[in-house]
T-cell receptor
Framework: AQTVTQSQPEMSVQEAETVTLSCTYD???????LFWYKQPPSRQMILVIR??????QNATENRFSVNFQKAAKSFSLKISDSQLGDTAMYFC?????????????FGQGTRLTINP | SAVISQKPSRDICQRGTSLTIQCQVD?????MFWYRQQPGQSLTLIAT?????????ESGFVIDKFPISRPNLTFSTLTVSNMSPEDSSIYLC????????????FGEGSWLTVV
C-alpha cells in the first residue's frame, strides 16, 4: 500500500519569504500522480499543483513549484514570495491511476502560517 | 475547472438522526469519491461511487452507516446514519477531471457537528 509522509506538522515564515514544504511517499508503482492541496480556514480543498510521475520536468503554477525527485520518492512544494493568503493547511497526496481517477492517499498535512 | 457543489455546507445535527449530503458536478464523471476529515486530521476515503453499480467502501466504513447513491453521472449523495458525536467531521466529495480525468478536484465540503 502507498503511504505519504509530511514530516513538518507546522511551519511559519515572514511575508515575501520563500518556503519549502516536504513530502515523501512510498510506492512500488512507476506511473502515478502527486498533488499538493491547500486547505484554508474555509475548509475547502484547493488544488495547488499536480505532477505526473513520468514527466521529469517539475510542475510550476505561478509562485508555486515542486521539486520532484522520483528515485528518492520526494515531492516538495516551494512557495515563492509568500503572501498572507497562503496561510493554510497543505496536504500532499498520491494517486495511482487505473483507467481514470482513483482514490487519493494523503499525508498528515503541514500547517503553514505567513506572518506580516 | 468544473464546478462541484455540495449541500449542506454546514449543519448541526442531533445525535441519532441521519443527514444526507449532496454533491453535484457540472460535467459528467465516471467516479465520485467521498472523504471524511475528522477534526485536526487528514482526509480518509469513505467510498467510491460508480454510476450504475454499488459503491465500494474502504475498510472501516460500511454501507449501513454511510449509504451512497449515484443516480447519474453528475450527482451523488452520502448519508451519515444514526449520527453520534464521533461523526462530527467535514465530508468532501471529489471527482477526476481534465483530459485524462486524473486531476482531482473537491467540492466545498460539508461541515457536520453532532450534538
Amino acid at each position: 500500500a502507498q503511504t505519504v509522509t509530511q514530516s513538518q506538522p507546522e511551519m511559519s515564515v515572514q511575508e515575501a519569504e520563500t518556503v519549502t514544504l516536504s513530502c515523501t511517499y512510498d510506492t512500488s508503482e512507476n506511473n502515478y500522480y502527486l498533488f499538493w492541496y491547500k486547505q484554508p480556514p474555509s475548509r475547502q480543498m484547493i488544488l495547488v499543483i499536480r505532477q505526473e510521475a513520468y514527466k521529469q520536468q517539475n510542475a510550476t503554477e505561478n509562485r508555486f513549484s515542486v521539486n520532484f525527485q522520483k528515485a528518492a520518492k520526494s515531492f516538495s512544494l516551494k512557495i515563492s514570495d509568500s503572501q498572507l493568503g497562503d496561510t493554510a493547511m497543505y496536504f500532499c497526496a498520491f494517486m495511482k491511476p487505473q483507467g481514470g481517477a482513483q482514490k487519493l492517499v494523503f499525508g498528515q498535512g503541514t500547517r503553514l502560517t505567513i506572518n506580516p | 475547472s468544473a464546478v462541484i457543489s455540495q449541500k449542506p455546507s454546514r449543519d448541526i445535527c442531533q445525535r441519532g438522526t441521519s443527514l444526507t449530503i449532496q454533491c453535484q458536478v457540472d460535467s459528467q464523471v465516471t467516479m465520485m469519491f467521498w472523504y471524511r476529515q475528522q477534526p485536526g486530521q487528514s482526509l480518509t476515503l469513505i467510498a467510491t461511487a460508480n454510476q450504475g453499480s454499488e459503491a465500494t467502501y474502504e475498510s472501516g466504513f460500511v454501507i449501513d452507516k454511510f449509504p451512497i447513491s449515484r443516480p447519474n453521472l453528475t450527482f451523488s449523495t452520502l448519508t451519515v446514519s444514526n449520527m453520534s458525536p464521533e461523526d462530527s467531521s467535514i465530508y468532501l466529495c471529489s471527482v477526476g477531471l481534465g483530459k485524462t480525468g486524473n486531476t482531482i478536484y473537491f467540492g466545498e465540503g460539508s461541515w457536520l457537528t453532532v450534538v
